[in-house]
Protein backbone atom coordinates (compact mmCIF):
# COMPACT_ATOMS: atom_id res chain seq x y z
CA UNK A 1 0.00 0.00 0.00
CA UNK A 2 1.39 3.36 -1.08
CA UNK A 3 2.08 6.08 1.79
CA UNK A 4 -0.30 8.94 1.40
CA UNK A 5 1.64 12.27 1.85
CA UNK A 6 0.03 15.24 2.76
CA UNK A 7 0.42 18.20 0.65
CA UNK A 8 0.01 20.91 3.26
CA UNK A 9 3.34 20.36 4.43
CA UNK A 10 7.05 19.84 2.91
CA UNK A 11 7.26 17.22 0.57
CA UNK A 12 10.85 16.88 -0.26
CA UNK A 13 13.38 16.73 2.12
CA UNK A 14 16.16 19.51 2.73
CA UNK A 15 19.06 16.73 2.03
CA UNK A 16 17.74 15.22 -1.40
CA UNK A 17 16.83 18.10 -2.78
CA UNK A 18 17.83 21.30 -1.29
CA UNK A 19 16.61 23.89 -4.40
CA UNK A 20 12.75 22.26 -3.93
CA UNK A 21 12.76 22.31 -0.47
CA UNK A 22 13.14 25.68 -0.54
CA UNK A 23 10.87 26.82 -2.51
CA UNK A 24 8.02 24.86 -0.75
CA UNK A 25 9.54 26.38 2.08
CA UNK A 26 9.11 29.86 0.91
CA UNK A 27 5.29 29.34 -0.52
CA UNK A 28 4.04 26.72 2.41
CA UNK A 29 5.43 28.48 5.22
CA UNK A 30 3.96 31.63 3.73
CA UNK A 31 7.52 33.67 4.01
CA UNK A 32 7.10 35.11 0.37
CA UNK A 33 4.87 34.51 -3.20
CA UNK A 34 5.97 35.04 -7.30
CA UNK A 35 4.00 37.64 -9.20
CA UNK A 36 3.27 38.08 -12.66
CA UNK A 37 6.66 39.91 -12.80
CA UNK A 38 9.09 37.43 -13.34
CA UNK A 39 12.27 37.89 -10.52
CA UNK A 40 10.32 39.91 -8.53
CA UNK A 41 8.29 38.55 -5.37
CA UNK A 42 6.24 39.42 -2.83
CA UNK A 43 7.42 39.37 1.54
CA UNK A 44 4.43 38.26 3.20
CA UNK A 45 3.44 40.03 6.16
CA UNK A 46 5.96 37.01 8.44
CA UNK A 47 9.11 37.66 6.20
CA UNK A 48 8.03 41.30 5.97
CA UNK A 49 7.67 41.50 9.84
CA UNK A 50 11.07 39.78 10.22
CA UNK A 51 13.00 42.32 7.78
CA UNK A 52 11.72 45.32 9.71
CA UNK A 53 12.71 43.93 13.06
CA UNK A 54 16.00 43.59 11.79
CA UNK A 55 16.32 46.30 9.77
CA UNK A 56 15.48 48.70 12.86
CA UNK A 57 17.74 46.97 15.07
CA UNK A 58 20.29 47.81 12.71
CA UNK A 59 19.42 51.26 12.18
CA UNK A 60 19.21 51.75 15.56
CA UNK A 61 22.96 50.89 15.73
CA UNK A 62 23.46 53.16 12.67
CA UNK A 63 22.12 56.46 14.33
CA UNK A 64 24.23 55.57 17.83
CA UNK A 65 27.10 55.43 15.53
CA UNK A 66 26.57 59.37 14.22
CA UNK A 67 24.90 57.69 11.05
CA UNK A 68 22.01 60.37 9.70
CA UNK A 69 19.05 58.43 7.33
CA UNK A 70 18.57 60.26 3.96
CA UNK A 71 16.26 59.25 1.04
CA UNK A 72 17.61 59.81 -2.64
CA UNK A 73 15.08 59.48 -6.02
CA UNK A 74 15.03 55.85 -7.13
CA UNK A 75 15.73 57.12 -10.67
CA UNK A 76 19.53 58.39 -11.90
CA UNK A 77 20.07 60.18 -15.05
CA UNK A 78 22.66 58.26 -17.95
CA UNK A 79 25.02 61.03 -17.63
CA UNK A 80 25.67 60.30 -14.16
CA UNK A 81 25.83 57.08 -14.10
CA UNK A 82 28.40 56.75 -16.64
CA UNK A 83 31.03 59.04 -14.81
CA UNK A 84 32.45 56.45 -12.89
CA UNK A 85 33.80 53.45 -15.75
CA UNK A 86 34.37 50.49 -13.60
CA UNK A 87 31.42 51.42 -11.78
CA UNK A 88 29.43 51.66 -14.62
CA UNK A 89 30.50 48.37 -16.05
CA UNK A 90 30.35 46.28 -13.06
CA UNK A 91 26.33 47.39 -13.27
CA UNK A 92 25.30 47.68 -17.12
CA UNK A 93 24.08 44.12 -17.68
CA UNK A 94 21.98 44.82 -14.14
CA UNK A 95 20.53 48.56 -15.03
CA UNK A 96 16.58 48.64 -16.12
CA UNK A 97 16.30 51.71 -17.95
CA UNK A 98 12.70 54.01 -18.32
CA UNK A 99 12.27 55.41 -21.97
CA UNK A 100 9.08 56.48 -22.14
CA UNK A 101 6.97 59.11 -19.78
CA UNK A 102 3.48 57.93 -21.40
CA UNK A 103 3.84 57.68 -24.93
CA UNK A 104 6.57 60.74 -24.96
CA UNK A 105 10.26 59.52 -25.16
CA UNK A 106 12.78 61.41 -22.46
CA UNK A 107 15.66 63.43 -23.28
CA UNK A 108 17.57 61.17 -21.34
CA UNK A 109 16.93 57.77 -20.38
CA UNK A 110 16.91 56.99 -16.51
CA UNK A 111 18.14 54.41 -15.33
CA UNK A 112 16.32 52.30 -11.92
CA UNK A 113 18.97 52.50 -9.10
CA UNK A 114 20.52 49.40 -8.89
CA UNK A 115 22.70 51.20 -5.96
CA UNK A 116 22.78 54.76 -5.65
CA UNK A 117 26.46 56.32 -6.02
CA UNK A 118 25.90 58.21 -9.08
CA UNK A 119 23.02 60.23 -7.93
CA UNK A 120 24.43 60.57 -4.58
CA UNK A 121 27.65 61.74 -5.35
CA UNK A 122 26.11 64.51 -7.45
CA UNK A 123 24.45 66.00 -4.51
CA UNK A 124 27.35 65.58 -2.35
CA UNK A 125 29.80 67.56 -4.56
CA UNK A 126 27.38 70.54 -4.22
CA UNK A 127 27.73 69.79 -0.56
CA UNK A 128 30.75 69.78 0.60
CA UNK A 129 33.29 72.58 0.51
CA UNK A 130 35.94 72.32 3.35
CA UNK A 131 36.76 70.13 5.72
CA UNK A 132 34.12 71.08 8.58
CA UNK A 133 31.11 69.38 6.39
CA UNK A 134 33.42 66.05 7.19
CA UNK A 135 32.89 63.31 8.31
CA UNK A 136 29.36 62.57 6.01
CA UNK A 137 27.95 59.65 7.18
CA UNK A 138 24.30 59.08 5.76
CA UNK A 139 22.88 56.07 4.83
CA UNK A 140 18.92 55.36 3.14
CA UNK A 141 16.95 52.33 3.52
CA UNK A 142 15.41 51.63 -0.19
CA UNK A 143 15.13 48.79 -3.12
CA UNK A 144 17.41 48.94 -5.89
CA UNK A 145 16.42 47.03 -9.06
CA UNK A 146 19.14 44.95 -11.24
CA UNK A 147 18.20 42.61 -13.92
CA UNK A 148 20.31 40.23 -15.39
CA UNK A 149 19.46 36.41 -14.30
CA UNK A 150 18.20 33.29 -15.26
CA UNK A 151 17.48 31.83 -12.20
CA UNK A 152 15.64 33.93 -9.89
CA UNK A 153 15.13 32.46 -6.38
CA UNK A 154 13.39 33.98 -3.46
CA UNK A 155 15.45 36.11 -1.44
CA UNK A 156 18.42 35.15 -2.46
CA UNK A 157 17.98 36.19 -6.46
CA UNK A 158 15.54 38.80 -7.54
CA UNK A 159 15.54 41.92 -9.64
CA UNK A 160 14.00 44.14 -6.89
CA UNK A 161 15.48 43.51 -2.91
CA UNK A 162 15.34 45.67 -0.13
CA UNK A 163 18.14 47.10 1.91
CA UNK A 164 20.59 49.40 3.40
CA UNK A 165 23.30 51.47 1.56
CA UNK A 166 25.57 53.88 3.08
CA UNK A 167 27.73 55.98 1.65
CA UNK A 168 29.92 58.12 3.85
CA UNK A 169 32.90 60.62 3.17
CA UNK A 170 36.00 61.04 4.88
CA UNK A 171 38.81 63.96 5.12
CA UNK A 172 41.69 61.01 4.79
CA UNK A 173 42.31 57.31 4.18
CA UNK A 174 42.83 56.73 7.47
CA UNK A 175 39.62 57.91 8.87
CA UNK A 176 37.82 56.04 6.01
CA UNK A 177 39.40 52.97 6.39
CA UNK A 178 38.90 52.74 10.24
CA UNK A 179 35.30 52.76 9.41
CA UNK A 180 35.21 49.52 8.39
CA UNK A 181 35.53 47.48 12.06
CA UNK A 182 32.78 49.83 12.49
CA UNK A 183 30.41 49.01 10.39
CA UNK A 184 31.15 45.38 9.86
CA UNK A 185 31.01 44.98 13.63
CA UNK A 186 27.39 46.56 13.82
CA UNK A 187 26.27 43.95 11.40
CA UNK A 188 28.07 41.07 12.84
CA UNK A 189 26.51 42.51 15.95
CA UNK A 190 22.84 42.14 14.93
CA UNK A 191 23.10 39.08 12.18
CA UNK A 192 24.69 36.75 15.10
CA UNK A 193 22.54 38.05 17.81
CA UNK A 194 18.91 38.20 16.23
CA UNK A 195 19.33 36.00 13.28
CA UNK A 196 21.41 33.29 15.52
CA UNK A 197 23.83 33.24 12.80
CA UNK A 198 27.81 33.26 12.93
CA UNK A 199 30.32 34.56 10.06
CA UNK A 200 33.49 34.30 8.60
CA UNK A 201 35.16 37.78 7.47
CA UNK A 202 36.72 38.30 4.37
CA UNK A 203 38.55 40.77 1.67
CA UNK A 204 37.17 40.18 -1.40
CA UNK A 205 39.95 39.52 -4.49
CA UNK A 206 40.70 42.12 -7.05
CA UNK A 207 38.46 39.87 -9.65
CA UNK A 208 35.78 40.16 -6.88
CA UNK A 209 35.56 43.44 -5.83
CA UNK A 210 32.93 45.62 -5.43
CA UNK A 211 32.84 48.05 -9.03
CA UNK A 212 34.23 50.94 -8.42
CA UNK A 213 36.07 49.63 -5.14
CA UNK A 214 39.25 50.16 -3.77
CA UNK A 215 39.00 46.99 -1.25
CA UNK A 216 35.82 44.88 -0.16
CA UNK A 217 35.40 43.12 2.89
CA UNK A 218 32.47 40.83 3.75
CA UNK A 219 30.59 38.48 5.69
CA UNK A 220 30.42 34.78 4.84
CA UNK A 221 27.73 32.50 5.88
CA UNK A 222 27.59 28.61 5.34
CA UNK A 223 24.48 26.81 4.39
CA UNK A 224 23.73 22.95 5.03
CA UNK A 225 24.04 21.98 1.35
CA UNK A 226 27.67 23.34 1.61
CA UNK A 227 27.11 26.77 -0.42
CA UNK A 228 28.72 30.09 0.87
CA UNK A 229 26.46 32.94 0.95
CA UNK A 230 27.75 36.62 1.35
CA UNK A 231 26.57 38.35 3.19
CA UNK A 232 26.27 42.34 4.77
CA UNK A 233 29.46 44.19 2.78
CA UNK A 234 31.80 47.20 3.36
CA UNK A 235 33.76 48.72 0.50
CA UNK A 236 36.72 51.13 1.03
CA UNK A 237 35.91 53.47 -2.28
CA UNK A 238 39.19 55.60 -1.82
CA UNK A 239 39.42 58.73 -3.98
CA UNK A 240 37.86 56.57 -7.17
CA UNK A 241 33.75 58.56 -7.14
CA UNK A 242 35.45 61.65 -5.64
CA UNK A 243 37.60 61.94 -8.78
CA UNK A 244 34.45 60.86 -10.62
CA UNK A 245 31.61 62.72 -9.74
CA UNK A 246 34.18 66.09 -8.75
CA UNK A 247 33.54 66.01 -5.06
CA UNK A 248 36.72 67.73 -3.06
CA UNK A 249 36.96 69.70 0.03
CA UNK A 250 39.49 72.20 1.09
CA UNK A 251 41.83 70.82 3.84
CA UNK A 252 42.79 72.37 7.28
CA UNK A 253 46.22 73.48 5.40
CA UNK A 254 43.95 75.27 2.94
CA UNK A 255 44.92 72.94 -0.05
CA UNK A 256 42.25 71.52 -1.78
CA UNK A 257 41.67 67.44 -2.53
CA UNK A 258 39.09 65.04 -3.13
CA UNK A 259 37.42 62.90 -0.46
CA UNK A 260 37.94 59.66 0.85
CA UNK A 261 34.40 56.98 0.57
CA UNK A 262 33.07 54.22 1.61
CA UNK A 263 29.59 52.17 0.97
CA UNK A 264 28.22 49.38 2.94
CA UNK A 265 24.98 47.25 2.70
CA UNK A 266 23.16 44.46 4.07
CA UNK A 267 20.14 43.65 2.09
CA UNK A 268 17.22 40.88 2.51
CA UNK A 269 19.24 38.20 1.11
CA UNK A 270 20.51 37.56 4.92
CA UNK A 271 17.04 36.16 5.54
CA UNK A 272 17.01 33.61 2.85
CA UNK A 273 20.61 32.85 4.90
CA UNK A 274 18.60 32.69 7.75
CA UNK A 275 15.40 30.24 6.69
CA UNK A 276 17.95 27.68 5.15
CA UNK A 277 20.29 27.44 7.77
CA UNK A 278 17.81 26.99 10.75
CA UNK A 279 14.73 25.32 8.91
CA UNK A 280 14.39 21.79 8.70
CA UNK A 281 11.97 18.72 7.24
CA UNK A 282 9.40 19.73 9.14
CA UNK A 283 9.47 23.55 8.00
CA UNK A 284 10.48 27.03 9.18
CA UNK A 285 12.52 27.57 12.07
CA UNK A 286 12.46 31.36 13.17
CA UNK A 287 15.28 32.39 16.12
CA UNK A 288 13.01 33.58 18.46
CA UNK A 289 14.53 37.41 18.55
CA UNK A 290 12.91 37.62 15.09
CA UNK A 291 9.99 35.78 16.02
CA UNK A 292 6.79 37.64 15.63
CA UNK A 293 4.17 35.28 17.55
CA UNK A 294 6.69 33.48 19.64
CA UNK A 295 4.01 31.00 21.48
CA UNK A 296 1.24 29.09 19.91
CA UNK A 297 -0.90 27.11 21.95
CA UNK A 298 -3.38 24.26 21.41
CA UNK A 299 -5.84 23.22 23.74
CA UNK A 300 -6.28 19.11 23.19
CA UNK A 301 -10.10 19.46 23.48
CA UNK A 302 -11.97 16.18 24.92
CA UNK A 303 -15.65 15.79 26.20
CA UNK A 304 -16.73 17.36 29.26
CA UNK A 305 -13.22 19.19 29.72
CA UNK A 306 -13.84 20.78 27.05
CA UNK A 307 -14.94 24.66 28.38
CA UNK A 308 -12.79 24.80 31.40
CA UNK A 309 -9.95 23.86 28.81
CA UNK A 310 -10.80 26.54 26.48
CA UNK A 311 -11.18 28.72 29.23
CA UNK A 312 -8.04 28.26 30.64
CA UNK A 313 -6.51 28.50 27.22
CA UNK A 314 -7.75 31.86 27.28
CA UNK A 315 -6.55 32.53 30.28
CA UNK A 316 -2.88 31.57 29.25
CA UNK A 317 -3.13 34.10 25.95
CA UNK A 318 -3.73 36.80 28.14
CA UNK A 319 -0.99 35.88 30.89
CA UNK A 320 1.61 35.17 28.36
CA UNK A 321 0.65 38.31 25.98
CA UNK A 322 4.06 39.98 25.71
CA UNK A 323 5.43 37.08 23.86
CA UNK A 324 2.24 37.63 21.46
CA UNK A 325 1.01 33.96 21.65
CA UNK A 326 -1.75 32.64 18.82
CA UNK A 327 -4.45 29.94 19.78
CA UNK A 328 -5.62 27.07 17.59
CA UNK A 329 -9.12 26.19 18.24
CA UNK A 330 -9.94 24.48 15.12
CA UNK A 331 -12.11 21.01 16.34
CA UNK A 332 -12.22 19.50 13.16
CA UNK A 333 -8.52 19.24 12.96
CA UNK A 334 -6.49 16.37 14.78
CA UNK A 335 -4.28 17.46 17.19
CA UNK A 336 -1.23 15.88 15.53
CA UNK A 337 -2.35 17.68 12.44
CA UNK A 338 -2.46 21.25 14.32
CA UNK A 339 0.96 20.11 15.38
CA UNK A 340 2.56 19.60 12.18
CA UNK A 341 0.90 23.04 10.62
CA UNK A 342 2.66 25.02 13.38
CA UNK A 343 6.22 23.45 12.98
CA UNK A 344 5.66 24.22 8.88
CA UNK A 345 4.72 28.26 10.17
CA UNK A 346 7.87 27.73 12.38
CA UNK A 347 6.42 29.45 15.88
CA UNK A 348 9.67 29.05 18.30
CA UNK A 349 7.74 27.40 20.93
CA UNK A 350 4.38 25.37 21.31
CA UNK A 351 2.27 24.81 24.46
CA UNK A 352 -0.03 21.64 24.54
CA UNK A 353 -3.16 21.63 27.48
CA UNK A 354 -5.08 18.91 27.41
CA UNK A 355 -7.76 17.06 30.36
CA UNK A 356 -4.19 15.52 32.34
CA UNK A 357 -2.76 19.13 32.03
CA UNK A 358 -5.35 20.68 33.83
CA UNK A 359 -5.52 17.92 36.48
CA UNK A 360 -1.72 18.47 37.22
CA UNK A 361 -1.74 22.38 36.65
CA UNK A 362 0.74 21.98 34.44
CA UNK A 363 1.50 22.47 30.42
CA UNK A 364 4.09 20.41 28.08
CA UNK A 365 6.02 22.87 25.83
CA UNK A 366 7.55 21.81 22.76
CA UNK A 367 10.62 23.53 21.23
CA UNK A 368 10.42 23.44 17.83
CA UNK A 369 14.30 23.33 17.20
CA UNK A 370 14.72 20.19 19.14
CA UNK A 371 11.35 19.03 19.82
CA UNK A 372 11.88 18.63 23.30
CA UNK A 373 9.33 18.54 25.51
CA UNK A 374 9.07 20.35 29.17
CA UNK A 375 6.20 20.22 31.33
CA UNK A 376 6.31 23.39 33.22
CA UNK A 377 3.82 24.19 36.01
CA UNK A 378 1.38 26.95 34.99
CA UNK A 379 2.75 29.79 38.15
CA UNK A 380 5.93 28.82 36.14
CA UNK A 381 5.28 30.16 32.68
CA UNK A 382 6.16 33.32 32.88
CA UNK A 383 9.45 33.04 34.43
CA UNK A 384 10.32 29.80 32.46
CA UNK A 385 9.22 30.79 29.04
CA UNK A 386 11.94 33.83 28.61
CA UNK A 387 14.54 30.87 29.48
CA UNK A 388 13.31 28.69 26.92
CA UNK A 389 13.18 31.04 24.40
CA UNK A 390 16.79 32.34 25.35
CA UNK A 391 18.17 28.59 25.45
CA UNK A 392 16.48 28.14 21.72
CA UNK A 393 17.77 31.42 20.03
CA UNK A 394 21.65 30.21 21.70
CA UNK A 395 21.32 26.70 20.14
CA UNK A 396 20.39 27.87 17.24
CA UNK A 397 23.56 29.65 17.01
CA UNK A 398 25.65 27.28 18.08
CA UNK A 399 24.12 24.68 15.63
CA UNK A 400 25.25 27.03 12.68
CA UNK A 401 28.37 27.56 14.22
CA UNK A 402 29.28 24.25 14.56
CA UNK A 403 28.28 23.88 10.65
CA UNK A 404 31.03 26.51 9.84
CA UNK A 405 33.62 25.27 11.81
CA UNK A 406 33.42 21.80 10.41
CA UNK A 407 33.31 22.44 6.67
CA UNK A 408 36.20 24.84 7.20
CA UNK A 409 39.17 23.03 5.70
CA UNK A 410 42.94 24.12 4.19
CA UNK A 411 44.44 21.79 1.08
CA UNK A 412 46.97 22.60 -0.94
CA UNK A 413 45.99 19.82 -3.51
CA UNK A 414 43.92 20.35 -6.39
CA UNK A 415 42.21 16.75 -6.00
CA UNK A 416 42.04 16.86 -2.29
CA UNK A 417 40.34 20.54 -2.53
CA UNK A 418 37.70 18.93 -5.08
CA UNK A 419 37.06 16.15 -2.91
CA UNK A 420 36.68 18.73 -0.10
CA UNK A 421 34.04 20.81 -2.09
CA UNK A 422 32.15 17.84 -3.28
CA UNK A 423 31.38 16.73 0.36
CA UNK A 424 30.30 20.47 0.96
CA UNK A 425 33.27 21.78 2.60
CA UNK A 426 34.83 25.78 1.68
CA UNK A 427 38.46 25.20 1.17
CA UNK A 428 41.46 27.11 2.05
CA UNK A 429 44.38 27.08 -0.21
CA UNK A 430 47.77 29.18 -0.95
CA UNK A 431 46.99 31.32 -4.25
CA UNK A 432 48.94 33.88 -6.35
CA UNK A 433 47.48 37.17 -7.37
CA UNK A 434 47.09 36.08 -11.30
CA UNK A 435 43.30 36.35 -11.95
CA UNK A 436 43.61 33.81 -14.76
CA UNK A 437 43.97 30.92 -11.77
CA UNK A 438 41.29 32.63 -10.20
CA UNK A 439 38.94 31.96 -13.49
CA UNK A 440 40.44 28.53 -13.83
CA UNK A 441 39.50 27.36 -10.50
CA UNK A 442 35.97 26.60 -12.30
CA UNK A 443 38.08 24.38 -14.97
CA UNK A 444 39.15 22.48 -11.73
CA UNK A 445 35.78 21.87 -10.55
CA UNK A 446 32.80 23.52 -12.15
CA UNK A 447 31.32 26.75 -9.90
CA UNK A 448 34.07 26.14 -7.69
CA UNK A 449 35.28 30.22 -7.18
CA UNK A 450 37.46 32.32 -4.99
CA UNK A 451 35.25 33.56 -1.96
CA UNK A 452 37.97 35.93 0.20
CA UNK A 453 41.76 36.59 1.37
CA UNK A 454 42.28 34.98 4.75
CA UNK A 455 43.73 37.69 6.31
CA UNK A 456 44.39 35.29 9.61
CA UNK A 457 46.08 32.55 8.40
CA UNK A 458 49.94 32.33 8.84
CA UNK A 459 52.29 33.41 6.26
CA UNK A 460 52.62 31.65 2.22
CA UNK A 461 55.95 31.77 2.42
CA UNK A 462 57.63 28.98 0.49
CA UNK A 463 54.15 27.70 -0.81
CA UNK A 464 52.75 27.23 -4.63
CA UNK A 465 49.92 28.24 -6.03
CA UNK A 466 47.92 25.61 -6.05
CA UNK A 467 46.88 26.44 -9.91
CA UNK A 468 49.34 27.25 -11.30
CA UNK A 469 52.55 26.44 -9.22
CA UNK A 470 54.13 29.49 -9.04
CA UNK A 471 54.70 31.72 -5.72
CA UNK A 472 51.53 31.71 -3.63
CA UNK A 473 50.70 35.60 -2.67
CA UNK A 474 48.20 34.61 -0.07
CA UNK A 475 45.39 32.04 1.98
CA UNK A 476 42.69 32.02 -0.61
CA UNK A 477 39.05 30.40 0.70
CA UNK A 478 37.32 28.64 -2.39
CA UNK A 479 34.13 26.90 -2.75
CA UNK A 480 31.05 27.32 -4.29
CA UNK A 481 28.09 29.65 -3.66
CA UNK A 482 24.30 30.30 -3.77
Not at 163 to 183: C, L, M, Q, R, Y
Not at 189 to 210: C, H, Q, W
Not at 233 to 238: A, V
Not at 459 to 464: F, G, Q, R
Request: proline content about 4%; glycine content about 6%.
Amino acid sequence: MTKKISKEGLTIKKEDNFSEWYQQLMIKAKLADYTKVSGCIVLRPKSQWIWETFARATDDLFKKSGIENVNFPMFIPESLLLKEENHVKGFAPEVAWVTHAGKKKLNERLAIRPTSEAIIYDSYAKWIRSHNDLPMRYNQWNSVVRWEFNNPVPFFRTREFQWNEGHSVFASETEAKAEGNDILGMYEKVVSEMMALPSIRGFKTEKEKFAGAVSSEKLHYMMNNGRVIEGPCFHYDGQNFSKAYDIKFTREDGKEDFVYQNTWAVSTRMLGTMFTIHSDNKGLVIPPKLAKNKIIIIPILFGNSKKEILEKTEGLKKGLKNFAPLTDLREDISPGRKFNSWELKGIPLRIELGPKDLEKKRVVVVKRNTNDKIEVKFKDLKKEIPKLLNEMQNELYNTAKKLLESRMKTSENKDEVVKLVKEKNMVCVPMCKNEKCEEKLKEIMPGLKSLFVDSEKKSVENKSCTVCGKTANYWLWVGRTY
